[in-house]
């Protein structure tokens, strides 16, 4: 009777094993539709390949940076709604000195301090006042926002700020995009699955309260995680800035939205913890990319795809928690 019992619990062990690891391939296969499917359609229809998987390129190398970066916060059981105001504050602050210096790497430096720092200081603010971080950055959101629109008006011209073309044109091409991202989702892989770091997020988004326990600082890592999530907004503000050196209060509006959806559709958990995948940033970016480019061909009009957007992002969520429902709580 024991074995029998024993040998049941092993066969449905592997069954839940052989699921997990078929649920999550899914997000591969669904990028590897999309393009799949984008590819054929815009050959179909005549459009230039080559131009096409540039602007899908482009589209996705912001949504992947911001989202690798927040994918830190995500894991640590923390949120953060600053991270698109964050970027335009820290491309105005390095598109000004790029415009005083004529300093490309001066520019760089500018925009990457610029966002880390801001990227921290929610997080300080939130330690220092006892709050939760997320409602912390709710409140730098507005703040970051307010900001951007003040430098604008004050130091743009006609509500916008122009970087010198001519600073940026070098850079502005798909291979340089390529690069940053594949350099930076490296760097992030390092630290997510090889270094303590990462698995000392994933046990503090787990359970906060054994992490505690244990000997982890929460405060510390949660700092250190919004700095790593700040690193990916500043190369993003970057690429964007020399992507359309005209910054305008428009300007990354979308990529906090598209961000969540990415991480989302790629397979990343919103509650974050053990379950959390750095490459589901990547996944979900071009898959947004895939999906943009794809209606494009079709539809006109920014506003169907924000309906689509949001139905699948509410469908993806739905999903994922179906299979969870009569558990008990991760945490």
């Known amino acids: 009777m024991t074995q029998e019992l024993d040998s049941e619990r092993a066969r449905l062990r592997g069954r839940a094993v ?14 590897l539709l999309l393009g799949g499917l984008y590819l054929l359609l815009a050959w179909q229809n005549g459009y230039d390949l080559g131009i096409g998987m540039a602007v899908v390129v482009s589209n996705a190398t912001l949504v992947a940076l911001v989202a690798t970066g927040a994918t830190f916060i995500f ?56 709050l939760p971080v997320f409602i912390m950055t709710i409140v730098m959101m507005n703040v970051y926002s307010a900001v951007s629109t003040l430098m604008l008006t004050t130091l743009g011209t006609n509500s916008a700020l122009a970087v010198p073309t001519s600073l940026v044109a070098g850079l502005n091409q798909t291979w340089f995009r390529l690069l940053l991202l594949a350099v930076f989702e490296a760097f992030a892989c390092v630290l997510f699955y090889l270094l303590p770091m990462g698995r000392q997020a994933r046990f503090l988004g787990g359970n906060p309260i054994c992490a505690r326990l244990s000997g982890i600082r929460p405060k510390s890592l949660t700092v250190l995680c919004f700095a790593l999530a700040g690193i990916g907004i500043g ?47 990547l996944l979900g970016a071009f898959s947004m990319a895939f999906l943009d480019a794809l209606m494009n061909i079709y539809v006109t009009g920014s506003w169907y795809l924000q309906i689509v957007k949001g139905v699948l992002f509410v469908t993806v969520v739905f999903l994922f928690t179906i299979g969870r429902r009569s558990r008990m709580l991760e945490r």
């Open 18 to 31: 052989r699921r997990s690891r078929l649920i999550s391939l899914i997000p591969l296969a669904a990028c």
């Open 75 to 130: 894991t640590a059981g923390s949120f953060d709604l600053s991270l698109g105001a964050n970027m335009l504050v820290s491309a105005l602050i390095g598109g000004l000195v790029g415009r005083a210096s004529g300093n490309l790497f001066l520019m760089l430096l500018a925009t990457m301090g610029t966002a880390i720092s801001l990227s921290v200081l929610g997080a300080l603010l939130a330690t220092f006042f006892n």
């Open 235 to 281: 190369l993003a503000a970057f690429a964007m800035t020399v992507e359309t050196p005209t910054l305008s209060a428009s300007s990354g509006s979308s990529v906090g939205m598209n961000m969540l959806i990415a991480m989302v559709f790629g397979g990343m958990p919103m509650s974050g913890g053990p379950r959390s995948r750095m490459y589901a940033a």
